[in-house]
């Protein structure tokens, strides 16, 4: 009886490229039923009308419209289509993170079997296919890509990444075809990118991860011979990109200096940006093999010396790395290039311009990641070639992200809700100050103060130093009704941020609300100069003066 026929190599790749997005899609499928969280995911779409449809009022919006720092006008309008066709219904944002990070995980697996026959021509079709399979799994399936997929707010993530492979992929087309169509595909690279770019502004590294291909696994650019006119060819090929890439630094730098607070020197010298940059090319790496603990936020120490603890481990193993990896560039080439490659595309968001609480995040290795698993990739290929391992490689490799697919699986549970999101990371994470800030806050908000009070009191006292903490512990003591605990709070963070008229407010108010009616007025008339308008300290003030006996002043001004 006649064998079955064996299925093309280009059918095998097919079934490899559903397969793969199949497994991604039920991976991450719970984050279907998640709902919306009030972390970020509030003030970019619950409280801001602005994009929901499709007219001319949103369109203008999303050119223009700045949210939390970012100018992402791309992301937008894939949220004015969530819109259209789902309303509020968090289900579909959802779905849309989930299908772009599934279409993200084919593009690589194409991307990675291309760049690894480049790198081992001769090399059979079955481990090839292994590899470059291994490595989208990997990418797909670990557990660091929760953040980016499972919150809505990230979908710039996914989005990104989207036109940062179809731009790679149509490069690559161009860079090794020498036939008419070569500047459609160089022309369209080109656009991707920029249309990458108004999804995210991380992708500015692209046209450096691009020339370091060139070098390997290409070989399309001798380093030592740059001058030779081919070299020069290689090198014009990118100005586009850089220009690209400049502009979007320029309007990202002009966007955050206007909408957000950039960490500034001072707080954090030249010595210690280095310092966190090493922890971060640490950090991605260690947790790619060993996915545990992983929180939405992992905070900003107050102090960073490079000669502490983890600094001064981290600042050795890149230092070690690196030179590891140039004195072995002529034997394994794959290693530098994946290194470097790893490294400045990280670069944007390794703490050497700062903004935020946090010194690492997930979602920020989420485009970093390629490297390190197309790096994982070929050594699954190269086992898979060899006789002796061709058995087991397939096998372990199976297994370990099998393990990763199951915690990622889990991961997304986490992202539920807000309640289990921030129960979660205290749990792991107990003395994150901005974590209990954020989650006390969330329950004031909700009017449960006395759930709310000792979240916010832990925050205060483990970041004394910030102004706005003491006042948001003051607060929500005086609106629990303990208006005594609520003073020293108020007090501080007033001396801490005397511009605070929040605090002022408060403080005010607290000091009523125990008696200390004369000192309760001094605060209460900066309030009300500063801010005429608002109820809260004109009223109180009426009321002070009405204690001490001031009727003429008591009185409400007429209007």
């Known amino acids: 009886m006649p064998g079955l026929p064996r299925p093309a190599p280009a059918r095998l790749d097919l079934l490899a490229a559903l397969a793969l997005a199949a497994v991604t899609l039920v991976v991450f499928a719970p984050a279907l039923g998640h709902g919306w969280l009030d972390y970020d995911d509030d003030q970019n ?60 995980a084919v593009l690589f697996f194409v991307l990675a079997r291309r760049l690894l026959a480049a790198a081992r021509p001769g090399v059979g079709a079955g481990p090839l296919r292994l ?11 670990h557990p660091l890509r929760v953040e980016s997929v499972a919150w809505i707010t990230e979908r710039r993530d996914v989005l990104a990444a989207l036109f940062y492979l179809l731009s790679a992929l149509a490069w690559l087309r161009s860079a090794t075809t020498e036939s008419a169509p070569r500047r459609r595909w160089y022309l369209a690279s080109i656009a991707l990118f920029a249309l990458g770019l108004l999804s995210k502004s991380m992708l500015v590294s692209l046209p450096f991860v691009l020339l370091i ?69 640490v950090f991605y790496p260690w947790k790619t093999l060993a996915p545990l603990d992983l929180v939405p936020m992992y905070e900003l120490p107050v102090r960073v010396s490079p000669l502490e603890w983890p600094f001064l481990p981290a600042l050795a193993v890149v230092a070690g790395v690196t030179v590891a990896l140039v004195a072995a560039r ?88 807000t309640d289990t999101l921030f129960l979660y990371t205290l749990a792991v994470e107990p003395d994150c100050g901005w974590c209990h800030a954020q989650y006390g806050g969330t329950l004031g908000n909700r009017g449960d103060f006395a759930a709310a009070i000792p979240h916010l009191q832990r925050a205060a006292d483990l970041r004394p130093h910030r102004g706005r903490d003491q006042a948001h512990a003051g607060q929500a003591y005086l609106r ?11 007090q501080r963070a007033v001396s801490l941020q005397p511009d605070n008229l929040d605090a002022v407010t408060y403080l005010g108010l607290a000091l009523l609300e125990v008696g200390r009616t004369a000192d309760a007025v001094p605060h209460l008339e900066r309030a009300r100069a500063a801010r005429p308008d608002a109820p809260e300290p004109r009223l109180a003030l009426a009321r002070a003066h009405a204690l001490l006996g001031r009727p003429t002043e008591a009185a409400p001004p007429t209007r």
């Open 45 to 104: 779409f619950l409280r801001n009308p602005h994009y929901r449809g499709l007219g001319a009022a949103q369109l203008r919006w999303m050119l223009g419209g700045v949210i939390m720092g970012h100018w992402t006008p791309v992301t937008w309008l894939t949220h004015g289509v969530d819109y259209a066709l789902w309303g509020m219904n968090p289900a579909g944002y959802h779905l849309g993170n989930i299908l772009l990070h599934a279409g993200n």
């Open 131 to 141: 590899g470059a399979l291994a490595a989208a799994l990997l990418f797909a399936l």
């Open 213 to 281: 291909l060139d070098v390997y696994p290409l070989r399309r650019l001798d380093p030592r011979q740059w001058r030779a006119p081919a070299a020069r060819r290689v090198l014009l090929e990118k100005v586009p990109y850089v220009v690209l890439a400049v502009a979007a630094v320029v309007i990202t730098s002009q966007t955050m200096h206007a909408t957000v607070r950039v960490t500034p020197l001072a707080l954090y010298s030249p010595v210690a940006r280095l310092a966190m940059a090493a922890y971060s090319l």
């Open 330 to 417: 002529r034997r394994w080439p794959a290693g530098l290039a994946a290194w470097l490659a790893y490294a400045v595309t990280l670069a944007p968001v390794s703490g050497l311009i700062h903004a935020g609480p946090q010194i690492v995040a997930d979602r920020f290795g989420y485009l970093p990641s390629l490297g390190l698993c197309l790096l994982i990739g070929g050594g699954v290929m190269v086992a898979a070639s060899r006789p002796r391992l061709a058995s087991v490689a397939p096998l372990v490799a199976a297994a370990w992200i099998a393990c990763l697919g199951a915690m990622t699986w889990w991961q997304v549970q986490v992202w539920r809700d």
């Open 480 to 490: 629990g009704g303990r208006a005594g605990d609520a003073l020293p709070y108020l």
